[in-house]
Each structure stands twice: as structure tokens, then as C-alpha cells.
Nanobody
Framework: QVQLAESGGGLVQAGGSLRLSCAAS????????MGWFRQAPGKEREFVSA????????RYANSVKGRFTMSRDNAKNTVYLQMNSLKPEDTAVYYC????????????????WGQGTQVTVSS
């Protein structure tokens, strides 16, 4: 079992930055693909970014490409999401997820999920 705990969310003005963290416990995540998803009120959960377990390669949703950067620190069993140039449409609960065999942007492929952290971007 892998437990995931997100942190770093909050309220920020448009154009600002936040850095989300996802700390894993219970098992090392070095062999897991890790993903970030988000869900706004009344909307389905959507893919934000993901990072490979093998070579650290990353994938991003078009809506965040160039503004968000995902990274992982296997020694700390933690992944990060640096979010810059935030927009009001980025407002959502952000979830961290882990999976062994995933299609990057498919939530159902991930085995473990955190409880989420709220990000609110004011205009």
C-alpha cells in the first residue's frame, strides 16, 4: 500500500505561483509513475501532469504546458508540481496519484490517490 499526502495548496492571485508537494509513505514510489490530476466543482477529474518512474520524463495537459513543472525526488519519496502564471481556471482540488502501469492521462490506471489539496486563484 502507498499512502499519498498532498500539501502546498492555497489562495493566490492570478499570475502568482504555488508549489504542491505529494509525500508518499508505506512504500517507495521509485517504481511508480506519478500523476497530478485536478477537479473543479461540477467538472470531471482531469489530467494535469505525470512523470515516469524510469527516466523522469514528463507529460503535461495542453492547458498547463509551459506554466507547470512536475518533478520527483525518489530519495525523499516525494513529487512536486511547480505552478507558475496561475489563472482563475486553474482553481480546483489537486490530487496526486501513483500507478505501476498507466496511460498518463487515464485516472483509472492509477492505483493510489491522495486526499487532495485546494488551489484557488483569484482574478
Amino acid at each position: 500500500q502507498v499512502q499519498l499526502a498532498e500539501s502546498g495548496g492555497g489562495l493566490v492571485q492570478a499570475g502568482g505561483s504555488l508549489r504542491l508537494s505529494c509525500a508518499a509513505s508505506g512504500r517507495t514510489i521509485s517504481s511508480y509513475a506519478m500523476g497530478w490530476f485536478r477537479q473543479a466543482p461540477g467538472k470531471e477529474r482531469e489530467f494535469v501532469s505525470a512523470i515516469s518512474w524510469s527516466d523522469g520524463s514528463t507529460r503535461y495537459a495542453n492547458s498547463v504546458k509551459g506554466r507547470f513543472t512536475m518533478s520527483r525526488d525518489n530519495a525523499k519519496n516525494t513529487v512536486y508540481l511547480q505552478m507558475n502564471s496561475l489563472k482563475p481556471e486553474d482553481t480546483a482540488v489537486y490530487y496526486c496519484a501513483a500507478g505501476r502501469r498507466v496511460v498518463w492521462n487515464v485516472p483509472g490506471d492509477y492505483d493510489y490517490w491522495g486526499q487532495g489539496t485546494q488551489v484557488t486563484v483569484s482574478s
